[in-house]
């Protein structure tokens, strides 16, 4: 059964810094691209990053370029999502999934970060 398990996320002021984890289960996660995305009430999920099956190849939407990097650890089976920087458009609850993931995909709960002074 395929899982993901999001943390790390909570309340941070603009400007400042959060470390997203995401941890996989029930597929080898070494042998995918994964992604970070994220959805604000009302919204469709947007993605937000991607990291080639073992990191050599990332991308970023454009607005969180230069702020926001994106890792892995394979022997641990997790995805992190470095925020820095962070802004009031930031505030949403972030996912994992792999990169090829739809709508109908399995997802995990997610992690909620609201960025707010």
């Known amino acids: 059964q395929v899982q993901f398990v999001e943390s790390g996320g909570g309340l941070v002021q603009p400007g400042g810094s959060l470390r997203l984890s995401c941890v996989a289960s029930?597929?080898?996660?070494?042998?995918?691209?994964m992604s970070w995305y994220r959805q604000v009430p009302g919204k469709e999920r947007e993605f937000v990053a991607q990291?080639?099956?073992?990191?050599?190849?990332?991308n970023y939407v454009d607005s969180v370029k230069g702020r926001f990097t994106i890792s892995r650890d394979n022997t641990k089976n997790t995805v992190y999502l470095q925020m820095s920087n962070v802004k009031a458009e930031d505030t949403a609850v972030y996912f994992c999934?792999?990169?090829?993931?739809?709508?109908?995909?399995?997802w995990g709960q997610g992690t909620q970060v609201t960025v707010s002074s």
């Open positions: 999934n792999r990169a090829t993931a739809t709508p109908l995909s399995s």
């Open positions: 029930g597929f080898a996660m070494r042998d995918y691209a």
């Open positions: 990291i080639s099956s073992f990191g050599g190849t990332r």
